[in-house]
């Protein structure tokens, strides 16, 4: 898949077509070499040597920066940071990479080009990995340890520079600038990282036993679990929780360890329990990606809920006690709010008080043996309610 301009910028982008046509003339979208020095009088390299950012096996590709940045107006370089946020999303297995590399070559293009490497790009960047953070107007303040009051932004050479108006990262999440939390979030979605001396050399690991136990996958497997730009709400909800059980180790004289009242207190500006203390490095910062993408830990109880409440209207739709468009309706809504279709009965936790259906075969009941999900709707004969699992992927899913 070639690279091509996203539908949802193109409104955007055709408010500077004729600027823009300009820039991109004769070279300007060559990109630089992966690891190039650049200068200050850097000629734009031949058009037959147009570069993209590829991985082996994937066949789509992301266009590189531009050579130069000069004379591009402030806004065409914002929708090049989010077109190529958006084209990564589409490179098989190498989002992180993709992006993180691309925005390393467009700071280096940037300081070629005597333009300042702007922080909110960072921001803009951060939609490879899900929605952005929307800008607010104000730019936040900081104090330093000598007192000093700074802005916190700075250039790609460490100076500070005025802060851009827009919005910065959580206070309490230590990251004083999205280039910050953009920079440790690469490493983490990249790969190993080391959070601190109490914990294991990579916190995946941690993951992965969280996730699946002793029988695990490689740490990349869980890295592009993790990098994945549309995970749902549920999936939000999972990933930071077992981030937070399995990898925060809390020191012996901080008594009790609580990671949901630690992760509450954090969220809402806390900086003085052993999370708040935690530095911000790469777990820090997935940990905060995973926040402002609005995920809401601990909510297994209420997943489990939903998971049941799926195998149980059906259950009283065939026991007559609901008609069948209000099972329907109760599966609809459980499926929306991230009800899944599971065929391990017993980690439902069906109530020994559930009644039987008569229409399950003598085999199940003599025995009190529950069927799976699908199995269960089968029996029951009722075609919408089969036609909505399979719609829900349930012939394809764990509810066989």
Known sequence: MSARLDPRLSIEVSRFTPRLDAVLRAGQTEAL???????????PPPLRRRRVIYDEDDDATI????????GIPSEVMEILVKQAALSAREV??????TICQWMHNFCE??????????DDWFRIALNAFGKAPEPKVGGMKFVDRQGKTTTGYVDIHGNEVPAPGLSAPPPQSGFKTWRHLFGQLCIALNGPARVSRNTPPSFWNSVAEGMDGIVKWPRAHYRKMYARWDLTQRNLDEFIEILLRHTVNPQPEQGHFNA???????KNGETSNAFGKTPADPWKALVTWMTLRGAEPFKSEYYKELDTSIYVAIVNAMNGDIPWNEALKGVKDALALGGLLIN???????????EMPEALP??????????????LATFSRNSDMIKLLMDAGGWNSSAI
């Open 92 to 97: 098989k297995d190498s989002v992180p990479k």
């Open 33 to 43: 070499r992966v690891g190039a020095r650049t200068g200050m009088n850097v000629e």
């Open 260 to 266: 949901q009242s630690w992760w509450e207190e954090w």
């Open 109 to 118: 293009v940037a300081a070629s080009s005597k333009v300042p490497c702007n």
């Open 362 to 375: 003598q085999y199940y009941r003599n025995r009190r043996i529950w069927p799976s999900l699908i199995n």
């Open 344 to 354: 391990e009965v017993e980690i439902i936790n069906l109530s020994p008080d559930l």
């Open 63 to 70: 266009a590189p920066p531009p050579a130069s940045l000069q």
